[in-house]
């Protein structure tokens, strides 16, 4: 894979640099923006771009436009049957996961925070963009069926729910810690959970 020439630890660049992926098959580049408000992107196949992707989680169209991220694969073969129209689901089995495959274990773990712009903000992680969301299930999956874990920072605590419950969020606050909406995905690979947490704070509280 090629983050730029430059991807190094002494790179004045590093963080932004590693938002754009490149590896054989294709790429992505992740464009930041919070949920709906996320900066629109594009899917190309070499030099094409497609003109219309649906997203069947939002029962919507979007004309060449995908949120939060720009994706490009270097498969021809897409064009005799995505010239113009291809679903998000779609983008991600024959597009990501290829790319994902493709990734050492090391590059896996860079994207991931790469795009903790992303999974980090509970707006951006339950709005429309469902492109980023993907890779990062499709990342997980794979640092999950090579062995491996993520670290990471302790602040951060998976949930499938929102957490509505004002006692429950005033500890949270209180021990400032995020609630990572809709990723428990990253449990798999060591994120702790809310309910783990809570466990832990009331036998903390007992002792």
Avoid: C
Wanted: hydrophobic share 35%.
């Amino acid at each position: 894979m090629n983050i730029q020439e430059s991807f190094g630890e002494n790179s004045e660049n590093k963080e932004e640099l590693k938002k754009k992926f490149e590896f054989p098959s294709g790429g992505f580049e992740y464009l930041g923006g919070e949920g709906k408000k996320s900066t629109k992107g594009y899917f190309k196949i070499n030099d094409l771009t497609v003109d219309f992707i649906k997203d069947e989680q939002f029962k919507h169209i979007n004309q060449g436009k995908i949120f939060g991220v720009n994706v490009w694969s270097k498969d021809d073969s897409l064009k005799k049957e995505h010239s113009r129209y291809i679903t998000v689901e779609e983008i991600g089995e024959k597009v990501i996961k290829k790319l994902v495959n493709e990734a050492s274990t090391q590059e896996l773990k860079e994207i991931i925070k790469g795009m903790e712009g992303f999974w980090s903000n509970q707006d951006t992680i339950e709005g429309f963009p469902s492109v980023p969301i993907v890779i990062l299930k499709e990342v997980t999956n794979e640092i999950w069926k090579r062995n491996e874990k993520y670290t990471f920072d302790e602040k951060y605590l998976a949930s499938k729910v929102l957490i509505n419950n004002e006692r429950i969020k005033k500890i949270l606050e209180k021990e400032k810690k995020i609630v990572v909406f809709k990723a428990k995905f990253f449990q798999l690979i060591g994120m702790k959970n809310v309910n783990d947490f809570l466990s832990e704070y009331r036998n903390r509280e007992v002792k």
